[in-house]
């Protein structure tokens, strides 16, 4: 009797309801019955669920997407998609239909990158990116990034992610945290803390201990309090460390800045590998 009701509805009032779910609830919906499979598979109810620029997201693609629905677009652009020449890469949350996206190490301000006394740029295949670039030797170190909160999905909490890798042949990274920080503009959000690049094991932070002496506690009080955060592993080969996180209303556009800076131990370090920064929907 239930089935029968549902064949009754119009399929177009159908695809109007679902379009207001999610787009896991909508492939479920889609078992329910014929009318419901063809109402959910319609461009009316996967419109809804692509951002509303994704026409403008679709020019950027350095790959065009091939589809013939905007169930496919959805998902094609659900899987990372390189954008604004291979800088960037974006990609869209089955879940939820949220954008995120990683700004490559060409796309952040990173001091001195470009003197190879510094900084080594290379190619590396586990990298999504052309390129990522290896701090070889230098007394500080300063990652800035920032994006315009247009560009991300409305109403959403996001956190920022610092995506790296440590050589084997690192050294000086964990002395004393860095400090991290995520801002949006006019200082209406500001997200402080203190992380550790490197957790090695036990016998070289002990060796590194023994060389700098009670300098390490002295360098520790010029940096700001907080929790010390560590890397963590990522499922793409790569660890990541959060900077921070903020809360992206509907109002207005405005810039998100997000740091990594160890300047105060002025010691020499090496050996941390950059491929960029994610900004991401955080689930709550």
């Not at 315009?148 to 996001?158: C, D, E, F, I």
């Not at 160890?262 to 090496?270: A, I, M, Y």
Request: charged share 25%.
């Amino acid at each position: 009797m239930e089935g029968e009701c549902f064949n009754k509805l119009p399929e177009g009032c159908v695809s109007t309801i679902l379009s207001f779910t999610s787009p896991p609830e909508a492939c479920k919906y889609s078992m329910v019955c014929p009318l419901f499979r063809a109402a959910a598979e319609s461009d009316v109810v996967w419109e809804r669920f692509l951002p509303a620029d994704y026409r403008h997201i679709l020019s950027r693609l350095v790959l065009p997407l091939m589809f013939s629905s905007r169930k496919e677009l959805f998902l094609g652009l659900c899987s990372p998609n390189l954008i604004d020449g291979g800088n960037k890469s974006f990609k869209l949350d089955k879940w939820s239909g949220k954008k995120s996206y990683i700004l490559s190490a060409r796309d952040l301000s990173i001091a001195w990158a470009d003197d190879p006394i510094y900084w080594s740029w290379r190619s590396t295949p586990e990298s999504r990116f052309s390129q990522v670039t290896e701090l070889k030797t230098m007394s500080w170190v300063e990652i800035d990034g920032k994006i315009r909160t247009q560009m991300l999905s409305p109403n959403t909490k996001y956190g920022v992610y610092l995506i790296m890798k440590i050589s084997n042949r690192a050294f000086g990274l964990d002395l004393i945290p860095s400090e991290i920080s995520v801002e949006v503009s006019n200082r209406t959000q500001v997200c402080n803390g203190t992380a550790y690049l490197s957790c090695r094991d036990s016998k070289k932070k002990e060796m590194e201990r023994l060389f700098y002496g009670n300098r390490i506690e002295m360098l520790k009080s010029r940096v700001i309090e907080g929790d010390g955060r560590v890397p963590c592993e990522r499922g793409d080969g790569w660890m990541e460390i959060e900077l921070g996180d903020f809360f992206n209303g509907d109002q207005g556009d405005e810039e998100v800045k997000m740091s990594l800076r160890e300047v105060k131990g002025q010691h020499l370090k090496g050996g941390l590998i950059i491929e960029g920064i994610e900004v991401r929907p955080k689930c709550i």
